[in-house]
């Protein structure tokens, strides 16, 4: 019962790097999403997807890519990181993207702690 | 817009009530959710609560809803240095959850 499993836990990049943020689920959710979480601001969407093929913007999707080729994997693409970008990042799936009680509810992975210096 | 505003701490004494509070400006969200965050980890549903109820209880949580002012409230019965925690006020919008700031509760001994 691994739920949502993101890796990295911890990385620590320099300006101008790239790299990618892992997550997988094996509760054949429909939908996934990225938060990133900083001091103060709780969490805010960055990319979403309601299935396999189809990925969509959220509040601050830029200096992210994601894709979603199969529905087990969303990936979080940072082409150039910036020391904006210095967050904790979670990724998160549920049945569907209508959140409602029960199965519907998102599921949370543990987290990945990014430093970009 | 969308925005969600939480206190962002509270502290209280073991055996005590807390009440978070959360005001919203999005009236259109079927459920109000109340996610809970651990030191070092994800966030978890704690309750939620239907759009057209005024009060959700569930042990030692009691949720109220005043949908005409637009105030959701979570009341821990009991505190417990357990429940020391982050708790997030969230409701849906057009298919994802938007979250408040998070109110970091802390519980003394």
């Known amino acids: 019962n691994a739920g949502v499993t993101q890796t990295p836990k911890f990385q620590v990049l320099k300006t101008g790097q790239s790299m990618t943020l892992q997550c997988a689920q094996d509760?054949?959710?429909?939908?996934m999403s990225w938060y990133r979480q900083d001091p103060g601001m709780g969490l805010r969407l960055i990319h979403y997807s309601v299935g396999a093929g189809i990925t969509d913007q959220g509040e601050v999707p830029n200096g992210y890519n994601v894709s979603r080729s199969t529905t087990e994997d969303f990936p979080l693409r940072l082409l150039s990181a910036a020391p904006s970008q210095t967050s904790v990042y979670f990724c998160a799936s549920s049945y569907s993207g209508q959140v409602g009680p029960g199965a519907n509810v998102l599921t949370f992975g543990a987290g990945s702690r990014l430093t970009v210096l | 817009g969308e925005d969600v505003e939480q206190s962002l701490f509270l502290s209280v004494r073991e055996g005590d009530s807390s009440v978070i509070n959360c005001t919203y400006t999005?009236?259109?969200?079927?459920?109000l959710y109340w996610y809970k965050q651990e030191p070092g980890a994800g966030l978890q549903l704690l309750t939620y609560i239907f759009s057209n109820m005024d009060m959700k209880q569930d042990q030692r949580l009691t949720v109220l809803l005043n949908k005409k002012d637009k105030h959701l409230s979570l009341r821990i019965a009991d505190t417990q240095t357990g429940d020391s925690a982050i708790y997030f006020c969230s409701y849906s919008s057009q298919g994802n959850l938007i979250f408040g700031k998070g109110t970091k509760l802390s519980v003394k001994p």
């Open positions: 509760m054949n959710h429909e939908y």
């Open positions: 999005d009236s259109s969200s079927t459920y």
